[in-house]
Structures are given as structure tokens and as C-alpha cells.
């Protein structure tokens, strides 16, 4: 199994910009989780999906952040516009079952 | 709501010491424990997890944990530690909803082997 897949890997972006971000889960895996990581708030939970519908998004800090999941294999983390503080390290996960979750190797994220 | 509490943001050790990370949680429900580990500019990589059954759980690498439901705790050690053990490591608690559960993550301890 290739694990979770994300893309890019780094994205370096100006103020303003939309920013895309990839995560394809491991096969068979019905939930799927974003994460935000920052030195100063440590790891948070985004946004989380069970069988592609979105569960729970209390996380997503403002309306330019939106994740959709369009199919089984596939979601998207869209910021627009960017703005520097969203620097950081963007993680995915996903999990059968609800049990361990399985994390992708990350996209780190620089805005300028 | 279910929160995480790891007391040490840093524990120095030397190479061949032994190492306890603490991690306590809150939760009114019946959980799952989890340990992660993360390397440097790597994504977070299972250690051990706890279900239910045996208290004492044994992971990767040599760590292990035990719950302790009493004390709410969750505290993983390691009897002796190698250099290759540097990384932070995040306890997570996760309530049984019936669905895709949520890890509610601590907010990590960072282990320094040192020769």
C-alpha cells in the first residue's frame, strides 16, 4: 500500500493567492482528517470527513479555508485568498473503522 | 469534551538511559489511547495504540505504555533509548462515537538523546 498521498510537498505562495492542497487516503479508508501544524498551536484538527461527507469543521479557522471530498480517493484543502499566517505544515489522514489514523507526509506551506 | 495533557515539552536523556513521557486525559467516555512519533520534516508514524484489554501495550521500537485508568494516564517508556529515538512524540485520546473518531492530540513532547 503506497500510504496517504499528498501534494505538493511545499508550496511556496505570495499574499493572496489561492493555495491547493492534494491528499489521496489509503484505499479502503473511510475517514479522512486535516491537520494544521505551527510551532506556536502545535497540531489541529481542520476538518474531518466520514464516507466523503464533511462531519465536523468547527477547526477550519475562517471562511477562506474549504475542504471537499468529492470521492472516496480524493480531497482538497483550498485557501483563498492566502495570507502569511497560514504558514505551516498541512497534514492528512485517513482511517477504517475509526481507529488508528494513518498521516500523509505532509505539505508545508509558505506564503510570503 | 475529551482534552490531552503532556507535562514535558522536553526530556534530555543519554544514549542507553531509560525515559518516561508522561501524558495524562480527560474524557467522560471510554477512549482509545494513542502514542505517535514524529521525525524531523516527517509525518506522524503510530507507535502503540490501546483498545481495551491488557493495560500494558507494547509498540514499535521497544516503547511501551500503560493505561492506567485510575490515574487517567497513558505514560510511555522506553528501558534504554538510542540516538535514533530523537523526535517528538504526541499522546492522543479518541472517544468511541460510533463513527470516524477524532484524535484529540497533546501538544508533544520533544525526546533529546544525547551521547
Known amino acids: 500500500d503506497a500510504g496517504v498521498i499528498q501534494s505538493p510537498r511545499h508550496e511556496v505562495t505570495e499574499m493572496g493567492q489561492e493555495v491547493t492542497l492534494r491528499c489521496k487516503p489509503i484505499?479502503?479508508?473511510?475517514?479522512l482528517f486535516w491537520y494544521r501544524q505551527t510551532m506556536m498551536r502545535g497540531l489541529e484538527l481542520l476538518i474531518y470527513?466520514?464516507?466523503?461527507?464533511?462531519?465536523?469543521d468547527s477547526g477550519m479557522p475562517e471562511d477562506r479555508f474549504s475542504a471537499k471530498m468529492p470521492n472516496a480517493s480524493f480531497s482538497t484543502l483550498k485557501i483563498q485568498p492566502s495570507e502569511p499566517r497560514d504558514s505551516a505544515v498541512y497534514f492528512c489522514?485517513?482511517?477504517?473503522?475509526?481507529?488508528?489514523?494513518?498521516f500523509g507526509p505532509g505539505t508545508r506551506l509558505t506564503v510570503l | 469534551a475529551q482534552s490531552v495533557t503532556q507535562l514535558d515539552s522536553q526530556v534530555p536523556v543519554f544514549e542507553e538511559a531509560p525515559v518516561e513521557l508522561r501524558c495524562n486525559y480527560s474524557?467522560?467516555?471510554?477512549?482509545?489511547l494513542f502514542w505517535y512519533v514524529q521525525y524531523p520534516n516527517q509525518g506522524l508514524q503510530l507507535l502503540l495504540k490501546?483498545?481495551?484489554?491488557?493495560?500494558l501495550v507494547k509498540g514499535i521500537n521497544g516503547f511501551e505504555a500503560e493505561f492506567n485508568k485510575s490515574q487517567t494516564s497513558f505514560h510511555l517508556r522506553k528501558p534504554s533509548v538510542h540516538i535514533s529515538d530523537t523526535a517528538e512524540y504526541f499522546c492522543?485520546?479518541?472517544?468511541?462515537?460510533?463513527?470516524?473518531?477524532?484524535?484529540?492530540f497533546g501538544t508533544g513532547t520533544q525526546l533529546k538523546v544525547e551521547l
Open positions: 489522514a485517513s482511517t477504517r473503522l475509526g481507529n488508528e489514523q494513518f
Open positions: 484505499s479502503g479508508h473511510n475517514s
Open positions: 470527513f466520514n464516507n466523503n461527507v464533511p462531519i465536523d
Open positions: 474524557s467522560s467516555v471510554s477512549v482509545y
Open positions: 490501546y483498545l481495551s484489554g491488557s493495560t
Open positions: 492522543a485520546v479518541s472517544e468511541f462515537t460510533g463513527g470516524g473518531n477524532k484524535l484529540t
